[in-house]
């Protein structure tokens, strides 16, 4: 079993949708958990932490369910500029990510 | 600005020809990573550093080599290079290698070995 897992996608959605992408993980020590996103051909560049209680950043919310060990990240209102793949990653030394979730977001 | 800068961006190269690529990072941060990134198997990580002269393995260290001189070069080393070393690399740095530390990349070396 893969120690961080992703749906690959990819997830096609029509602007303003609302879209949920969850990542398990399976080493329960694991202390803390990121997202990032990556477009095509370049580097991850990080989107938000993920803290215990959940977090937002504007249309974007991540949750932590440590009991079923996932992390999930919404994004409300779709924008065409949403389009990436989406990483995430657990720190459990050393940093690993998942494959990524493909999010195309179409007009 | 703060950033991490890798050179070369792109690299053909031919089997056996020894190659470095650089890493540099001016944001003082004592941990240093190197991916690679190939399709379907995600960031894999190569070596990393804790600090100076500290480097340690990662997942998929054969074939290559690293250092640790200074705080802010970590240069990735591939005295051999084979075809299977074709991918896009990725150096990485954060601030230190507890565990609320997120990782800043550079943007990245595609390398192609013929």
């Known amino acids: 079993r893969k120690e961080v897992e992703q749906d690959p996608g990819p997830f096609n959605v029509p602007e303003g949708a609302t879209v949920a992408f969850n990542c398990t993980y399976s080493?329960?020590?694991?202390?803390?958990f990121f997202w990032y996103r990556q477009d095509c051909r370049k580097e991850p560049k990080l989107l938000m932490s993920?803290?215990?209680s959940g977090n937002e950043d504007g249309r974007f919310t991540a949750q932590l369910n440590r009991a079923s060990q996932y992390i999930s990240l919404l994004i409300r209102d779709s924008k065409l500029s949403d389009s990436a793949t989406y990483l995430c990653?657990?720190?459990?030394?050393?940093?690993?990510f998942g494959a990524g979730t493909r999010l195309t977001v179409k007009p | 600005e703060a950033q991490v800068t890798q050179n070369p961006r792109y690299l053909i190269t031919v089997t056996g020809k020894k190659l470095t690529v650089t890493c540099s990072q001016n944001m003082n941060h004592e941990y240093m990573s190197w991916y690679r990134q190939d399709p379907g198997l995600g960031l894999r990580q190569i070596y990393y550093?804790?600090?100076?002269?500290?480097?340690d393995k990662g997942d998929v260290p054969e074939g290559y080599k690293v250092s640790r001189k200074e705080k802010r070069n970590f240069p990735l080393i591939l005295e051999s290079p084979s075809p299977n070393q074709t991918s896009l690399y990725f150096c990485?740095?954060?601030?230190?290698?507890?565990?609320?530390?997120?990782?800043?990349f550079g943007n990245g070396t595609r390398l192609t070995v013929t």
């Open positions: 990653a657990v720190n459990i030394r050393p940093m690993r």
């Open positions: 080493n329960s020590a694991s202390q803390s």
């Open positions: 993920v803290y215990s």
């Open positions: 550093s804790m600090n100076v002269e500290v480097t």
């Open positions: 990485a740095s954060s601030l230190r290698a507890g565990m609320n530390s997120p990782l800043h």
